[in-house]
Antibody, heavy 123, light 106 residues
Framework: QLQLQESGPGLVKPSETLPLTCTVSGGSIRSSTYYWGWIRQPPGRGLEWIGT???????YYNPSLKSRVTISVDTSKNQFSLKLTSVTAADTAMYYC???????????????WGQGTLVTVSS | EIVMTQSPATLSVSPGERATLSCRAS??????LAWYQQKPGQAPRLLIYGASTRATGIPARFSGSGSGTEFTLTISSLQSEDFAVYYC????????FGGGTKVEIK
């Protein structure tokens, strides 16, 4: 059964870079069928897609965050990572990683999701 | 950006009753729509994709319908474990989520 687990600092200072890693277990990140994504959810609010990566390193970012986001992959560790630069309090959120299904030319739905990790931006 | 609007924001339903949740897209997304369930303190769980296809392991009481700009998630007979927040997500043009509908016990 595929499982994903986020890890990273729970607290990041304003203007600094938020680094998170997602470790995939129970399956290979090198699958030709799947992509891998990051989604976030500010406290008490809805969901926002951040970006997606393929094991080859190809990326696909939310245009609203693109200037601050880098997603990378380490196939040797079965991990992919997120870096979000110049963070502010508005970036405080639960951050989820998930398998991103590609279907009929669309980067489509997410399944399954990791349990999430809460990141607070505060000095 | 395609804006997804869910209604109502909160739906109060008694166990065993039917729940109907709506999701509207600001422009056509064809059938490129998914539904998720999120319980407190948990990650979202995929329920429906392709507007009407149930994900693996999802009970038959969950059904999705619609295409274009109007979509519906129906829970035919609410069980205690179904009280949660439900989100729709379009993947026709980039990816955006609705604001969610909370299904609470009446």
């Amino acid at each position: 059964q595929l499982q994903l687990q986020e890890s990273g600092p729970g607290l990041v200072k304003p203007s600094e870079t938020l680094p998170l890693t997602c470790t995939v277990s129970g399956g290979s990140i090198r699958s030709s069928t799947y992509y891998w994504g990051w989604i976030r959810q500010p406290p008490g609010r809805g969901l926002e897609w951040i970006g997606t990566i393929y094991y080859s390193g190809s990326t696909y970012y939310n245009p609203s965050l693109k200037s601050r986001v880098t997603i990378s992959v380490d196939t040797s560790k079965n991990q992919f990572s997120l870096k979000l630069t110049s963070v502010t309090a508005a970036d405080t959120a639960m951050y989820y990683c998930a398998r991103h299904i590609y279907s009929n030319i669309y980067y489509a739905w997410f399944d399954p999701w990791g349990q999430g990790t809460l990141v607070t931006v505060s000095s | 950006e395609i804006v997804m609007t869910q209604s109502p924001a909160t739906l109060s339903v008694s166990p065993g009753e039917r729940a109907t949740l709506s999701c509207r897209a600001s422009q056509s997304v064809s059938s490129n729509l998914a539904w998720y369930q999120q319980k407190p303190g948990q990650a979202p769980r995929l329920l429906i994709y392709g507007a009407s296809t149930r994900a693996t392991g999802i009970p038959a009481r969950f059904s999705g319908s619609g295409s274009g700009t109007e979509f519906t998630l129906t829970i035919s007979s609410l069980q205690s474990e179904d009280f949660a927040v439900y989100y729709c997500q379009q993947y026709h043009n980039w990816l955006t989520f609705g604001g969610g509908t909370k299904v609470e016990i009446k």
